[in-house]
């Protein structure tokens, strides 16, 4: 699956996720590349935080830069029980994770 904005594109916005993320303390941050093995999405930004106001805030602090950049979110999950904020963007989709539920998945 290749972004509207060609693969520079996207990895600028992938770049962007990331510091977004961090500016926000976030934890243990990766990035997956699914090409070969996915046709869902591209790429995979999974990051986690303390509690449900810093998981929230991350996710908050992602989709305002995207936003700022021209890039809006396909879709939303999980904002409110912040356990696990799904930020579908087509071609990555950003996973923010508790810690709890992060080492539970084993991510």
């Not at 904005?5 to 600028?12: R, S």
């Not at 810093?54 to 029980?81: H, M, P, W």
Request: proline share 1%.
């Amino acid at each position: 699956m290749s972004g509207t904005t060609g693969d520079a594109g996207l990895d600028e916005r992938i770049l962007l996720a990331l510091q977004a993320a961090a500016e926000k303390k976030a934890l243990d941050l990766v990035v997956l590349d699914l090409r070969p093995v996915a046709s869902f999405t591209d790429f995979f930004v999974i990051t986690s935080g303390t509690n449900r106001r810093q998981v929230q805030a991350i996710s908050d602090g992602v989709v305002e830069q995207l936003k700022k950049n021209g890039t809006r979110a396909a879709r939303v999950e999980g904002y409110q029980t912040a356990e696990w904020i799904l930020v579908d963007y087509g071609d990555f989709i950003l996973h923010v994770f508790d810690e709890k539920a992060r080492r539970f998945y084993d991510l």
